[in-house]
């Protein structure tokens, strides 16, 4: 068995609107799969329901072992997820305060969630800013520190939903550099986008949603010419033969 399992995966919303639509997928651990669709076609939806965030009205995510419906904490442990507004996800006083909130709801000692916080931070490279306020923070540096508070409950995988949304090209970088050394490590990622341009080409896979169905999952060297019959755009360099550079060279 994958270390994520979707199995006929539906959600269904109160006013009847149908968000996905019998979705199976299979993720292995420590795999950097990047899922693209226009916007709608499901793609936070189906994040939502890996860490129990959502309940579907049918089917079920077993992740290693045990359907998340069967324990949301457990999931919340094992799958930590950044949002695309990271100003949603901030809510200390200070950077330090903001990446300790998860553990010490975790009720862990004194020492157990410095030694977290120190290591995260460190990871984001905001430790010589921990007594800062978040406000005054750039965006790719508060992505940074969503991506740290998500580190400091150590989950054994990340998902970022639309992470280079209202960014500059340094936060772009500085995102991009945090999941590639994440990956690096041995995290298995999840990356939502519209936009393939600046992550591709380090993906493992690429699965493309259309309208709440995977309509398309495999290498994605196989499948960038089909992109833009779903709604997504094709990276420059593919559309003229080409391989896709990384943003980081």
């Known amino acids: 068995m994958s270390f994520i399992e979707i199995r006929n995966l539906c959600h269904r919303f109160p006013d009847g609107t149908l968000g996905i639509d019998g979705i199976d997928l299979s993720i292995e651990k420590g795999e950097f799969v990047v899922i693209a669709g226009k916007n709608g076609s499901g793609k936070t939806t189906l994040l939502r329901h890996l860490n129990g965030l959502l309940t579907p009205s049918n089917g079920e995510v077993i992740l290693d072992g045990m359907s998340v419906g069967q324990d949301p904490r457990r999931a919340r442990r094992i799958v930590g997820m950044v949002f695309q507004d990271a100003d949603s996800q901030i809510v200390g006083e200070t950077v330090y305060e903001d990446a300790a909130f998860g553990p010490e709801n975790l ?3 004194r020492e157990a969630i410095r030694q977290r916080v120190v290591n995260a931070l460190a990871v984001v490279a905001l430790e010589r800013l921990s007594e800062q306020r978040p406000h005054i923070l750039s965006g790719g540096e508060k992505r940074r520190l969503a991506i740290a508070g998500v580190l400091a409950m150590e989950p054994e995988v990340v998902v970022f939903d639309e992470p280079f949304s209202n960014l500059d090209y340094d936060g772009i970088r500085q995102v991009l550099t945090q999941m590639l050394t994440l990956h690096k490590v041995g995290k298995t990622l999840l990356v939502t986008t519209h936009d393939l341009e600046k992550v591709i080409t380090h993906a ?44 980081l060279d």
């Open 107 to 109: 009720k862990l000692d």
């Open 204 to 247: 493992d896979r690429l699965v493309i949603l259309f309208e709440g169905e995977v309509v398309r999952n495999g290498a994605p060297a196989d499948l960038l010419e089909e992109t833009e019959n779903f709604g997504v755009r094709q990276p420059c360099a593919a559309r003229l033969g080409g391989e896709v550079p990384s943003w």
